[in-house]
């Protein structure tokens, strides 16, 4: 929390009173947002919602990056990871394990899958995948407890770590 014992780098001092009032809700947003972000994209994936394609049309679009990535297991499991993993993460249950996942995966499609094709998403570049990968990357982090204790506070996180 920003206290005067405990004070946030301020980047606009004038602000001080907004910073005060987003910094306890600015991390559930950011988590919600993201894992939420993902959600239809493993419902396309595993029920073809959204204007999803084919399992074997996914199997050949993986397919392109290799051989290794073609089988349907891969479809079925960022399909899976998408969806329950987006779900975990933005219900705060296991966040730092999904986000950790949703964050490798991003990788992947960021330094992978798309970077033959530019940076720019609208050519289908990196621009969009490598944004989620910082979003996921930023949800795998807490302020010292995990989000899925919902008992622990930062002031009882903080007292447990602290010699008496």
Not at 92 to 108: E, K, V, Y
Request: proline content about 7%; charged content about 10%.
């Amino acid at each position: 929390m920003l206290t005067d014992q405990n004070p946030l780098p301020l980047r606009v001092p004038a602000f001080k009173g907004i910073y005060k009032f987003f910094e306890p809700i600015a991390y559930p947003m950011l988590r919600i947002m993201i894992g939420l972000l993902f959600v239809p994209h493993g419902m396309q994936k595993l029920f073809q919602m959204f204007g999803g394609r084919t399992v074997a049309e996914y199997q050949q679009a993986f397919g392109r990056m290799g051989e290794f990535w073609g089988g349907s297991f891969w479809v079925y499991y960022i399909g899976g990871l998408e969806l329950i993993g987006g779900l975990c993460v933005a219900l705060g249950f296991f966040t730092r394990f999904a986000a950790c996942q949703l964050m490798l995966f991003m990788a992947m499609a960021t330094f992978v899958a798309n970077a033959g094709r530019g940076w720019f998403w609208t050519s289908g570049g990196s621009e969009a995948a490598a944004s989620w990968m910082i979003g996921s990357s930023r949800t795998t982090r807490s302020k010292g407890q995990p989000p899925y204790c919902p008992g622990a506070t930062p002031q009882t996180t903080s007292a447990r770590q602290s010699p008496p």
